[in-house]
Every structure is written in C-alpha cells, then in structure tokens.
C-alpha cells in the first residue's frame, strides 16, 4: 500500500509535539487542503441539485411517489461518496486500498443480510415494475386488503375489516397478484333463482329495471340478463353488469337488496330448497 507523505509527516509532528511544525505544514499544504474542501462543498451541493432534479423527472414520468425518496437517497449518497474520493485524491491519499476494504465490507454485509437484501431487490421491483400503486386493492393469496403504504422491505394492507397487514415484498414478489383496481371498470355476474312457475322474461325485465335505475350500473357494456341454468327446484338467472372498480361492493350490494324487493313487488317467486317425499304403500 502505498503511504501518504503529508499523513506521515503530520503524524510524526504530532508524535514530536512540535506545534510550530504542525501550524507550518498546514500553511504550506492551505491550497490543496482549500481545494480539497471546496470539492467536497460545491460537489455535495451539486449532489443535492442533481437529486432534486431526478425526483422532478420521475414526477413527469409518472413514476409512483414511493419511490422517489429512495432514488434520490441513492444517487445524492452515490454522487457525495464520488466527490469525497475525488477529494481524497487531491490530497495525495491512495483511496485504492479504501475502496477494497469497503467493497469488502459490503459483500461480508450481503451475505450476512441475505433476507433482508431480498426484501430490498423485492420492494425495487415492486415501486419500478408498478403491478399495484397506492391505494389499489389487491389478492396475494394469503390475504386481500387495499394498499396503504409501499416501502422497501414491506407493503402495508388495509383490510376489509380494517386490520392493518404487513406483508414482505419478497412474498408478494413470490405469489400471483390479483389487482382489483388496475382497470376502471369490472364485470359483475349475479345469480338470482326464481321459481318454475314465474315468467323468465318477467323476471328479467325486473332485473334490468333494478339495473336501470343506478348511476353505479354503466351502459357501456350494456346489462344483460341470461338463464344461467335450469336447477333442480329453480331457474338460476344470471345477471352480468359493468361498474366502476371503485363502486363494485356499493353495486353488489344495491342489485342483491333491489332485486329482492322488485321480485316482490312484481310477484315473482323465489324458490326455496324443495325436497319430495314419496310414500309406497304395499
């Protein structure tokens, strides 16, 4: 490795207790040390500038706002341990054998943090892949909630029931992910049973009326109603609807309690499970 005359000497001066010498190597060595310390400061400045920048770039680019504060973490750090290397240099200081012990230190690190490294890689490709954003609801198998909140090593779900879940990046990576909000509209299909004896077309006008009458119902795909089957003890209508992503609960729920009272009020028969019993007399 090779030595730096100017730590040696101030070193050795410092060992001598020879101040005189001390505050004389200083003076003599004023320029460098003066340009060593304005590369630092205008290049930290510069880093932050160069910072400010990228996260105005990635807004035009529409990139989800998690992100942003990592990305620019990472290239202000990046760009300030540059400059100071840059600075190192100017004052004669081999920063070789600097680097390779930190590049050391760094692969010591990642094995010893294997887990926590893939939860890292995992949350990267979540925030630059997008297959959720904020606010989106969304399946991964083991549980199903709205996304609140999109870290590095960890992704916060809002439950139905308002429990809070915190799932690693690296399961949701691992699993299929169902995203209930990446389109804005969502087909609906509901089934309704009605009795043998009931008018199949009566019953349909009764459905697309219901359907008819909410702004949570879209025309375009229009409502259409089908029979689905003919069941052992009733006639399963199908009722296949387009709505908002946003509105789809609000919508099943408005069609199951409509369609129960315009069934009623239009006679039409809901069947209940029936069950025959035949008597054989010898």
């Known amino acids: 490795m090779m030595l730096n005359p100017l730590s040696l000497d101030f070193a050795q001066l410092i060992k001598d207790r020879d101040f005189d010498g001390i505050a004389a190597l200083i003076i003599s060595k004023a320029p460098i040390i003066i340009e060593a310390i304005a590369i630092v400061v205008i290049g930290f400045v510069i880093s932050n500038l160069i910072g400010k920048l990228v996260v105005k770039a990635l807004r035009l680019k529409g990139v989800d706002p998690s992100i942003h504060s990592f990305i620019r973490t990472v290239i202000t750090l990046i760009l300030k341990f ?28 990642g094995l010893g943090l294997q887990s926590s490294v893939s939860q890292f890689a995992s949350g990267l490709q979540i925030l630059i892949n997008h297959p959720f954003r904020s606010g989106d609801f969304i399946d991964i198998g083991s549980v199903s909630g ?11 779900l809002i439950t139905l029931d308002n429990t809070r879940v915190i799932v690693p990046n690296s399961h949701i990576t691992d699993s299929n992910i169902i995203n209930f909000n990446a389109e804005k509209k ?17 019953a349909r006008q009764a459905l697309l009326e219901v359907a008819g009458k909410t702004e949570l ?47 009623d009020e239009k006679g039409v028969s809901i069947p209940y499970g029936q069950l025959d019993v035949h008597i054989i007399r010898e």
């Open 186 to 202: 969502r087909r609906m299909m509901m089934t309704f049973s009605i009795s043998y004896d009931t008018d199949i077309e009566k």
């Open 217 to 263: 119902i879209l025309d375009d795909p229009e409502p259409k109603v089908a029979v689905k089957e003919c069941a052992a003890s009733s006639v399963d209508l199908v009722g296949i609807f387009w709505c908002k992503s946003t509105d789809y609960y609000n919508t099943y729920y408005y069609m199951q309690e409509n369609v129960k009272l315009a069934f």
């Open 146 to 156: 709205k996304v609140q909140e999109i870290r590095m090593m960890y992704t916060v």
């Open 82 to 109: 540059i400059f100071i290397l840059s600075a190192l240099s100017t004052l004669n200081i081999n920063v070789n054998s600097f680097i390779a012990a930190l590049s050391a230190a760094v692969v010591t690190a």
